[in-house]
């Protein structure tokens, strides 16, 4: 059964970097969209960023735009989230997801289990 693994949270201070990891595994579909989201204790969910398989491209929330970038690396199955200048306000729980469509508007098929990121001095 497909599983999503995230990795790489944790407490950091303001200004600083983490990078989050979410490996796949059993995942052999050519079209898909990784998409990375975060919950806030209190707030809704939040679509941070997506890339789609297709042709690469790439969605990035407005509250982390210049500041984050996603990547992935195919042969290892693994889609990567670079946080950089990390705010108080990006601390939640760090999610990725995967869509089957290859598209990083519809629903998602398969969630990891989430990721503590703590930005905080």
């Known amino acids: 059964q497909l599983q999503l693994v995230e990795s790489g949270g944790g407490l950091v201070q303001p200004g600083g970097s983490l990078r989050l990891s979410c490996a796949s595994s059993?995942?052999?579909?050519?079209?898909?969209?990784m998409g990375w989201f975060r919950q806030a204790p209190g707030k809704d969910r939040e679509k941070v960023s997506c890339?789609?398989?297709?042709?690469?491209?790439?969605y990035y929330a407005d509250s982390v735009k210049g500041r984050f970038t996603i990547s992935r690396d195919n042969a290892k199955n693994t889609v990567y989230l670079q946080m950089n200048s990390l705010k108080p306000e990006d601390t939640a729980v760090y999610y990725c997801?995967?869509?089957?469509?290859?598209?990083?508007?519809?629903?998602?098929?398969?969630w990891g289990q989430g990721t503590q990121v703590t930005v905080s001095s």
């Open positions: 890339v789609r398989s297709s042709d690469g491209s790439t």
């Open positions: 059993e995942f052999t579909s050519d079209l898909y969209a």
């Open positions: 997801a995967l869509n089957f469509e290859g598209s990083c508007q519809g629903g998602y098929d398969y």
